[in-house]
């Protein structure tokens, strides 16, 4: 694959399809969040975008299918469900076979796109058939939501007066320029000062900031108790900034903020002491007739005047003050002037919907007061979608969204049970055609009426308010991909090229010193040897910081592993029809590449485990008076010099003595073990080879090669595995794995004239013993090293070297303790020497057999060493005696 | 010093971060009538801000700078 856009195309598609399930499990979790519809629904679309660059035309109309489902789910034509969920990843999974057979072959199989096809069918079926229902029976949600939405409109309304009147005029004046305004509530978690928020800072760097407040969300009654340092502080503010800058804004906090775009008219609220008497009467009837004649300045200078006369405390006065502002955005403004001249004659709260039949060119029939605000603002949705298909190529396309923007339309008429207003758009339905449709805009414009009278007012600035909007999409996604050229995207092969030459740096700077020691031994001129063994410092240094450096560009951190499993844990869960929930902790926890891939294979497993065998059914848990929901949680951190993996579930656990009587069974322990056995020791039995519980094996799991196979792997890179279970409480496994192995630390030993490496990790101690303190005991060689009985062994019988170990002058063996898994063994060699850092390479070939060694590494003076792997030591040791 | 303690008077100027929170909170706790003087402040951060709030001591001078001297009317209308 020489192309690098297709190469590109298939990196960011991966990235893309991750996005999409990761969205789509955060939608099951947090219910329907039109953010994230709108997320879910733009990557489909720029995944579709990009693959319409290529010549994959089963992937691009799937896609275009999978779009247009989504558009449909974020119109809010189609409920999301987790059906619609499903049919999403299925599409996704089938987009991911064919850019997996893109990368290796270049184009997709003839398979594959006839599944694309059957899949993209399914789709278009699902579409039309969950339309054609919805028309029907689901309307009444769609009401409910709207009398909802007015409901929360209605509680805004009254609540606007704690903002000062000259915030809300500012407020106002921005909105007749045409900007949104937006009333964010912001409700800080109590424990985000630990996390290094200043809310208050995010707060005032809100971008349109037009005003805000804060208050103590508690009441604290002695202030002596108080803890400081949790957050009780709620912020309210208001900004002219679009809903999506807030969103971005908020970001990192916005499950706790409240984003609400406001009808403008809202925060016209006059205030202050009624004096009672209608004397404004004339006045009143002058600046009607002003405002008809459309006398703009006769008009301001009697408002002018007749403020100057009055109060500042008066209704009356902060009545004028409104007109005053909203005079100088004639004629738009007109009707909430004529509504505010009504509430100066009447004293009562101006009252801005009834102004909305004045106004309503044309047919001035239609009772707009009994219509919901939602439904103003579907049309206005609606409407919007009109003006950005109008420049739109793709006649299929638009025809498509045409139809649905008139569908929508007519569905919500249906909701509302409006016969007149649905007579009416029935009429001029049939001519509408796509190439025109002015007809449709213009009947939208009619019924919204005065509600548009805030956006009529943008209409020349419409089509620039669009593209602009474009254009800040536009912006986004060059921005994201600017973010993504700050990572740089290296092929593995390269880094690992770089490992090797590092490591061969290491070897020949090693061979520096061996070169030291020769000057000084062989020829004798010891500052030379000297000076060189400072330069070996200085390399040494360097090659040090090298490999550290190397090292950092490996790590990765673990959430390239874990973010899979919200998927797994979902789909699984809903196969086995339990209820699971999967929280994932320090998911930012780094470790070498190879390490977090290596984790890959054995967390499938454990999870497999715990869903299958762990967690209970639904009912099972309710019985045992345990939440109906399980948790799994999947937790990484690091310890020391290790990355630490734990998976615990909350579920019925393993009972030790089914263990104990399972693995006797299947002879993996004898009838005394199986008495003697402690609990502990019986829930790791789980690990040995052929193992399983359950009684019947799943096509999940069940059939004993899991846990096996999961030990193997970790100990394989050099980790370790332990579990702990308490019955009916629930199983915590812990992985433990090296943070790199890219470099290990080992001692070289000699043993009958060869060399060999041990690693550190392994090693106790290094003891003289003399000949007389091993003693043999039923065969088997030990001594008592403090106060301890140590098993002794001859490395040279382990590796079948034929040569008996040599001692010191003092008649003593060099012994190596090592410790490998709980025991300690001593093993006898012939002489110690110094510890090194090698680079390991495994066996390779036929070579790749013999476990006893865990690979060889070139050492300084061009020798090859080979480490030894001190559990297949152990290992040998009882093959041998067997 | 973000900070200057003067017997019952404060002075706080510039940036004053979360690590000032608990000096503010002993001074608050510690006098009776504590006043404040806020003209040369820039930012404070929320906690320091919540301690105002709860302890609601005497401005003596307001912040010169508008958007913050807006949050910082407690008394009437907060609740």
């Known amino acids: ?63 275009h299918a999978s779009e247009d489902l989504m558009n449909l789910v974020r119109e809010g034509e189609i409920s999301y469900s987790s059906e619609v969920a499903d049919i999403l990843l299925e599409a996704m999974d089938v987009v991911s076979i064919m850019l997996d057979e893109i990368e290796s072959s270049g184009s997709i199989s003839h398979e594959t796109n006839k599944l694309a096809e059957g899949k993209t069918k399914n789709i278009r079926n699902f579409i039309s058939n969950i339309t054609s229902q919805e028309r029907g029976p689901k309307e009444e949600p769609k009401v409910a939501a709207a ?16 903002i000062p009147e000259s915030f809300r005029m500012l407020a106002i004046k921005k909105a007749l320029e045409g900007e949104k305004i937006v009333f964010v509530e912001y409700q800080p978690e109590l424990e985000c000062f630990y996390k290094g928020e200043d809310p208050f800072y995010l707060v005032r760097k809100t971008p349109g900031f037009i005003w805000g407040r804060c208050y103590l969300r508690e009441e604290v009654s002695d202030p002596t108790l108080m803890d400081i340092y949790k957050c009780i502080t709620n912020f309210e503010l208001l900004s002219s900034a679009s809903k999506e800058e807030l969103s971005e804004h908020f970001k990192y906090v916005l499950e706790q903020v409240k984003i609400i775009e406001i009808e403008p008219t809202t925060l016209i609220i006059p205030e202050g002491e009624k004096n009672g008497g209608p004397v404004y009467e004339d006045f ?42 909203l005079i100088n955005y004639l004629p738009q403004t007109r009707n909430i002037i004529e509504a505010l001249l009504q509430s100066l004659e009447t004293e009562n709260p101006p009252v801005f919907g009834v102004k909305k039949e004045i106004v309503t060119p044309l047919k001035g029939t239609i009772e707009k007061e009994e219509l919901p605000e939602e439904f103003f603002r579907i049309l206005n949705t609606q409407k919007t979608v009109l003006e950005k298909i109008r420049h739109l190529e793709e006649s299929l396309t638009k025809a498509n969204i045409l139809k649905s923007v008139i569908s929508s339309i007519e569905n919500v008429l249906i909701s509302l049970k409006n016969q007149g207003l649905l007579n009416e758009f029935k009429e001029i339905c049939p001519k509408i055609t796509q190439e025109n449709f002015k007809l449709l805009e213009e009947w939208i414009d009619k019924v919204c009426g005065f509600s548009l009278a805030f956006s009529k007012s943008e209409e020349v600035v419409s089509t620039e308010t669009i593209s602009a909007f474009q254009e800040e999409r536009i912006g986004k996604e060059i921005t994201s991909t600017q973010i993504v050229s700050k990572v740089l995207k290296v092929d593995e092969a390269k880094v690992d090229r770089l490992m090797n030459l590092i490591g061969e740096f290491v070897v020949a700077k090693n061979s520096l010193f061996y070169l030291a020691q020769k ?26 910081e090298m490999q550290d450096a190397i090292m950092q560009i490996r790590m990765v951190p673990v959430s390239t592993v874990f973010q899979r499993f919200p998927r797994f844990v979902r789909d699984l869960s809903k196969k086995l029809g339990k209820k699971v929930k999967l929280i994932i902790e320090g998911e930012e926890t780094e470790a070498d590449k190879n390490v977090i891939e290596a984790l890959a294979e054995p967390l499938v497993h454990i999870i497999r485990n715990s869903l299958d065998h762990g967690i209970e059914p639904p009912e099972e848990r309710i019985a045992k ?129 060869q060399r060999f490496g041990i690693p550190m990790d392994a090693i106790v101690e290094t003891v003289r013993v003399s000949k007389e303190k091993i003693q043999t005991i039923k065969g088997k060689m030990t001594t008592v090293l403090r106060n301890r009985l140590v098993p002794i062994f001859y490395l040279n019988y382990l590796l079948e070297i034929n040569k008996p170990h040599i001692t010191n002058e003092d008649g003593e063996y060099a012994v190596l303790v090592l410790s490998v898994g709980d025991e300690l063994m001593g093993v006898v060699i012939d002489k110690f020497h110094e510890t090194a850092d090698i680079i390991l390479k495994p066996f390779t070939g036929v070579l790749a057999n013999i476990k006893i060694f865990s690979g060889t590494a070139i050492m300084g003076d061009g020798s090859v060493l080979l480490v030894i792997n001190p559990k297949e030591l152990i290992h040998a040791n009882r093959i041998q005696k067997q | 010093m973000p900070i200057e303690f003067k017997n019952n008077k404060a002075k706080l100027s510039g940036l004053v971060s979360v690590e000032e ?59």
């Open chain 1, 1 to 63: 694959m020489s192309n690098s856009l297709l190469e590109q195309f298939i990196i960011e598609s991966r990235d893309y399809l991750q996005k999409i399930s990761e969205v789509l499990i955060d939608l099951e979790g947090k219910g329907v969040d039109k953010d994230l519809l709108n997320e879910l629904f733009r990557i489909v679309h720029t995944l579709k975008g990009n693959s319409g660059l290529f010549d994959f035309p089963f992937m691009t109309k799937l896609l």
């Open chain 1, 147 to 162: 009398a909802e939405y007015k409901e929360r409109t209605d509680l805004v309304l009254t609540s606007f007066k704690f």
């Open chain 1, 284 to 325: 009143v009837a002058e600046a009607r007739k002003y405002l008809e004649e459309n006398n703009v300045e006769t008009l301001r200078n009697a408002v002018k005047t007749l403020l100057e006369l009055s109060s500042p405390k008066l209704y009356t006065a902060s009545v004028l003050r409104w007109i005053k502002l």
């Open chain 1, 519 to 544: 000057v000084d031994k062989f020829y004798g001129i010891p500052e030379l040897s000297k000076e060189l063994k400072a330069q070996y410092g200085v390399l040494n240094r360097i090659s040090e």
């Open chain 1, 625 to 753: 008076g345990k939440p109906e929901t399980g948790t799994i949680i999947l937790r990484a951190k690091h310890e020391a010099d290790c990355v630490v993996i734990e998976i615990i579930d909350d579920g019925r656990g393993i009972d030790p003595n089914k263990v104990k009587l399972k693995a006797y069974q299947r002879g993996l322990i004898t009838e005394e073990q199986l008495e003697k056995m402690k609990d502990e020791e019986a829930i790791n039995l789980v690990f040995l080879p052929g193992f399983s519980t359950a009684d019947t094996a799943t096509d999940l799991s069940g059939r004993g090669v899991g846990m096996d196979v999961v030990r193997a792997t970790v100990e394989k890179f050099g980790g370790s595995l332990s579990v702990r279970s308490i019955l009916d409480k629930g199983t915590t496994v812990t992985l433990s794995l090296p943070l790199s192995m890219a470099v290990t630390h080992v001692m070289i030993v000699e043993s009958a004239n």
């Open chain 2, 21 to 79: 929170a608990e000096t503010l909170f002993n001074w608050l706790l510690e006098k009776k009538k504590p006043k404040v003087d806020l003209s040369e402040l820039q930012h404070l951060h929320t906690a320091c801000l919540q301690l105002l709030f709860l302890f609601k001591p005497e401005i003596i001078a307001f912040p010169k700078r508008d958007d913050l001297r807006m949050f910082l009317s407690f008394g009437e209308e907060n609740k």
